[in-house]
Protein backbone atom coordinates (compact mmCIF):
# COMPACT_ATOMS: atom_id res chain seq x y z
CA UNK A 1 0.00 0.00 0.00
CA UNK A 2 1.23 3.37 -0.33
CA UNK A 3 0.38 7.16 0.77
CA UNK A 4 -0.04 9.77 -1.34
CA UNK A 5 0.90 13.22 -0.29
CA UNK A 6 -0.75 16.48 -2.50
CA UNK A 7 0.27 19.57 -2.42
CA UNK A 8 3.76 21.23 -0.81
CA UNK A 9 6.99 21.54 -2.52
CA UNK A 10 8.92 20.41 -0.01
CA UNK A 11 7.99 16.62 1.66
CA UNK A 12 10.83 15.35 3.67
CA UNK A 13 8.94 16.35 6.60
CA UNK A 14 5.63 15.10 5.84
CA UNK A 15 7.20 11.93 4.49
CA UNK A 16 9.11 11.25 7.70
CA UNK A 17 5.47 12.16 9.42
CA UNK A 18 4.34 9.20 7.46
CA UNK A 19 6.67 6.72 7.78
CA UNK A 20 6.06 7.49 11.83
CA UNK A 21 3.01 5.76 11.55
CA UNK A 22 3.57 3.53 8.37
CA UNK A 23 2.81 0.39 10.18
CA UNK A 24 -0.75 1.39 11.57
CA UNK A 25 -2.01 2.11 8.04
CA UNK A 26 0.03 -0.28 5.71
CA UNK A 27 1.99 1.92 4.06
CA UNK A 28 5.43 1.18 2.54
CA UNK A 29 5.01 3.58 -0.04
CA UNK A 30 5.18 7.30 -0.43
CA UNK A 31 3.74 9.12 -3.76
CA UNK A 32 3.72 13.16 -4.01
CA UNK A 33 1.65 14.76 -6.53
CA UNK A 34 2.95 18.48 -6.51
CA UNK A 35 -0.22 20.34 -7.21
CA UNK A 36 1.79 22.55 -9.67
CA UNK A 37 0.48 21.22 -12.80
CA UNK A 38 -3.32 21.30 -14.15
CA UNK A 39 -2.87 18.56 -15.59
CA UNK A 40 -2.85 16.93 -11.89
CA UNK A 41 -6.25 17.65 -11.05
CA UNK A 42 -7.18 15.09 -13.85
CA UNK A 43 -4.94 12.31 -12.15
CA UNK A 44 -6.43 9.24 -10.67
CA UNK A 45 -6.07 7.61 -7.20
CA UNK A 46 -3.91 4.38 -7.42
CA UNK A 47 -5.90 0.88 -6.26
CA UNK A 48 -2.99 0.77 -3.84
CA UNK A 49 -3.42 4.49 -2.04
CA UNK A 50 -4.19 3.90 1.66
CA UNK A 51 -3.99 7.39 2.83
CA UNK A 52 -4.47 10.83 0.98
CA UNK A 53 -1.99 13.84 3.36
CA UNK A 54 -3.58 16.81 1.33
CA UNK A 55 -1.62 20.06 1.83
CA UNK A 56 -4.17 22.51 1.46
CA UNK A 57 -1.80 25.79 0.92
CA UNK A 58 -0.61 24.76 -2.71
CA UNK A 59 -3.40 23.35 -4.64
CA UNK A 60 -6.69 24.36 -6.50
CA UNK A 61 -9.97 23.81 -6.10
CA UNK A 62 -10.35 21.06 -8.62
CA UNK A 63 -7.21 19.16 -7.78
CA UNK A 64 -9.17 19.38 -4.12
CA UNK A 65 -12.86 18.43 -5.58
CA UNK A 66 -10.79 15.60 -7.78
CA UNK A 67 -8.86 13.81 -4.98
CA UNK A 68 -11.28 14.28 -2.31
CA UNK A 69 -13.94 12.73 -4.38
CA UNK A 70 -12.01 9.69 -5.68
CA UNK A 71 -11.20 9.10 -1.91
CA UNK A 72 -14.35 8.93 -0.46
CA UNK A 73 -15.31 6.61 -3.35
CA UNK A 74 -12.62 4.39 -2.98
CA UNK A 75 -13.16 4.46 0.92
CA UNK A 76 -9.29 5.42 1.62
CA UNK A 77 -8.68 8.07 4.88
CA UNK A 78 -7.49 11.71 4.27
CA UNK A 79 -6.22 14.45 6.06
CA UNK A 80 -6.24 18.03 5.07
CA UNK A 81 -3.70 20.41 6.65
CA UNK A 82 -2.02 23.68 5.83
CA UNK A 83 1.51 23.63 5.60
CA UNK A 84 3.52 22.02 8.90
CA UNK A 85 5.27 19.08 9.58
CA UNK A 86 3.54 19.14 13.10
CA UNK A 87 -0.09 19.95 11.88
CA UNK A 88 0.71 16.88 9.82
CA UNK A 89 1.52 14.83 12.83
CA UNK A 90 -1.26 16.25 15.39
CA UNK A 91 -3.44 14.75 12.09
CA UNK A 92 -1.98 11.53 11.88
CA UNK A 93 -2.13 10.91 15.60
CA UNK A 94 -5.93 11.57 15.20
CA UNK A 95 -6.65 9.61 12.42
CA UNK A 96 -4.68 6.59 14.31
CA UNK A 97 -6.31 6.85 17.34
CA UNK A 98 -10.13 6.37 15.28
CA UNK A 99 -8.83 3.51 14.23
CA UNK A 100 -7.06 1.90 17.37
CA UNK A 101 -8.82 -1.38 18.19
CA UNK A 102 -9.52 -0.20 22.41
CA UNK A 103 -11.97 2.23 20.90
CA UNK A 104 -14.15 -0.09 19.48
CA UNK A 105 -14.70 2.52 16.31
CA UNK A 106 -12.74 1.75 12.62
CA UNK A 107 -14.55 5.04 11.43
CA UNK A 108 -12.50 7.63 9.93
CA UNK A 109 -12.31 11.64 11.12
CA UNK A 110 -11.96 13.64 8.09
CA UNK A 111 -10.86 17.27 8.72
CA UNK A 112 -10.43 20.27 6.43
Known amino acids: MQALIVGADRIEGIR ?5 VADQFGIKDIDH ?3 RKASEARRQLSRRT ?3 VFMCDRANHMLVRNVRKQ ?3 LGIP ?5 HSATEVRERLDDLACTRCPQKGSASVKMRS
Open 16 to 20: AEIMR
Open 33 to 35: WTG
Open 71 to 73: AED
Open 78 to 82: MVFCH
Open 50 to 52: SLV
